[in-house]
């Protein structure tokens, strides 16, 4: 140990050891970073997953204990509870400690957990922008968070020398990182992120409901694009129910928008305007072209599912 | 030559040559189910890129020479060219062939193309419910059809040995093979594919058109979900007009239904009726999990791209 580099941080608590948390333990250890990890589960099944699946040096089902002398806080649980944390772990946090978070909305977070930190102590929120429609600790893996980008959402105040820790941790871990403001970042995910989830639920549980087709005939007729959506549409409902409860001004924004596009579409349909159609069809293949380009997704067809794929 | 069994056709000529009457060709030579491969293509350039890949026996830019002769035709062209190609290929047709296609919906064929055909001629509509983004004759392969479904909708009258002929046909080509009525099968394409297709094209044209978000941060943070849509939003804009020209009661039908629901989740976000969101988003990932069991989608995370997944 002792001929070993410092690590960057002495200890990461981990509160909450699902998806993300988990991924996080694994890359942790691959690039190194950590001196110890300490993973905190809310119920006491999931600790014995977590345990079970032994991705963390020390697991406590106590917010208080997990949190003692960590250089290092990561809230890597649904938004929705990060209030109640922040207040349970205010009093053990050690001076100087970085304290961050994996939420999907940031605004929230400033809000929810700043006014518990104490004096000394850097709340920084940050969001990386992965993840798969798979939950709980065994779902975690190293590779979860390689080339993905991670936006950290520093109060304007912040320390620099702690966000620019940060930012070298989740470069660590594989992330490129972007730093920006929280308002934005929640106006940015709802277009790219929360806005898509809504209408993927949205579809899944329409066609669900219908009695003219049966369930039977959706799910084996789903090739035709229905099943890219029931995959968006098994993520974690807690989740995305605290997500869309917390950014709810940027989301009603964007989906006022895609209504009002939706209804053009609709009118173009009924009056059989196809060049309206045809030159939408044309723009938006443009943009798929340019996230194969800067490598946020597979080039291969049908996302090289193996099922599908013959190269 | 003189060996080898009988093929199923002696003679097969597809009118159109893209993605879907390549694979055809590659999936009929693997199966060796076709004694000649005839293949039509509407443009000069799309005819010389076809030979250079060199799937069929023949190659034609004239409509009537590759029909003659044939024991199966098979348009795979845009549908709403289907009229046109109907008249002009039915005083090339041979007595007794089969006459079908592969188009997205079901009653615009035989409305199109049932008033052309000679007397003794089996028109047999069908649609395989397979496919990819990507379009041309270069993106064809033999595996398209391996485990996806095939539709059939033969007109009431149809000969019952035409239409098993065509079953066995497309079973050789790895198809799984359905019978139903033409009107049935555009109100379960509209919800599995047509407006699944529409919403992502729509959700893509929206963020392209925003101010307060650039098109760079789309790009970038796309892997939250939005990715997923650009796939399906890729797909050919001359295919998918004429889908929506030609079945448009049903697809507005089910978006009707579909903008209800979202007006209930849209109130359910702006009042915070988190219950109402949740048990939505609970409920769909049982579907996930069936088109899984039901063996139309992978398991593995992320579809299994390989640009995110260890496993």
Redesign the interface.
Known sequence: MSAKREPLFNKVALIGVGLIGSSMAHAMRRADVAGHIAGYAHTPEILERAKAVGFADSFYSDLGACVRDADLVVLAAPV?AFAEIGKAIAGDLKPGAIVSDTG?VKAAVARDVGPHMPQGVHLIPAHP??????SGPE?G????FD???C?LTPPVDADAAAVEKLKTFWESLGSKV?TMDAQHHD???A????????????????????E??T?N???????????????????D??M???V??NN?EA??E??G???E??AA??RA??W?D?DA??N??????A?????ID?????A????????????
Not at 191 to 210: F, K, Q
């Open positions: 929705g999907s922008i992965a993840g798969t429609e798979q779902a893996f190293a590779e979860l080339g993905r980008w936006i972007e106006l940015v995910l277009i790219t992120s929360h806005v898509p989830h809504l209408i993927a639920y949205n579809i899944v549980g329409t066609a669900d409901d219908l003219t087709v369930q005939e959706v799910i084996k007729f789903s090739a035709g694009g229905f099943r890219d959506f029931t995959r968006i549409a098994a993520s409902p807690t995305w129910r605290d869309f409860l709810r989301v009603l964007m989906l928008r895609f209504n596009d939706l579409l609709q349909i009924r059989g196809g159609l045809f939408l069809f044309t723009r938006t293949r943009i798929r072209r340019s996230i800067a490598g946020q997704d597979s291969a067809p049908n996302f090289g599912r193996n099922s599908d794929k013959p190269q």
